[in-house]
């Protein structure tokens, strides 16, 4: 069993920053790939990006490359995801998950999900 709690969302003008946590517990964190997914009011839930176990993968949605950085600390349990130059269809729930010995883009492939962290951009 893994918990996850996803920290650091929260309201920013459309250009502006954020930076996401995701503290895990339970297993081994480094027995997870790792990914943030977001869903946004009336759509369905969307891969923005992967980090394998060991952090050598890494993989983004085109719609968030060259602004979203995904990064992981396994000596803390935690998975980052730095996002930057943040546009209002930015907005939605993110939420981080845990994928047993796996990485993917594909939200069925993830065991274990956080609850999610609201992210406001204003226009």
């Known amino acids: 069993q893994v918990q996850l709690v996803e920290s650091g969302g929260g309201l920013v003008q459309a250009g502006g920053s954020l930076k996401l946590s995701c503290a895990a517990s339970?297993?081994?964190?480094?027995?997870?790939?790792m990914g943030w997914f977001r869903q946004a009011p009336g759509k369905e839930r969307e891969f923005v990006a992967l980090i394998s176990r060991s952090g050598g993968l890494i993989d983004y949605a085109d719609s968030v490359k060259g602004r979203f950085t995904i990064s992981r600390d396994n000596a803390k349990n935690t998975v980052y995801l730095q996002m930057n130059s943040l546009k209002p269809e930015d907005t939605a729930v993110y939420y981080c998950?845990?994928?047993?010995?796996?990485?993917?883009?594909?939200?069925?492939?993830?065991?274990?999900w956080g609850q999610g962290t609201q992210v406001t951009v204003s226009s």
């Open positions: 998950a845990a994928a047993f010995y796996a990485t993917s883009a594909y939200a069925r492939e993830y065991n274990y």
């Open positions: 339970g297993r081994p964190f480094s027995s997870y790939g």
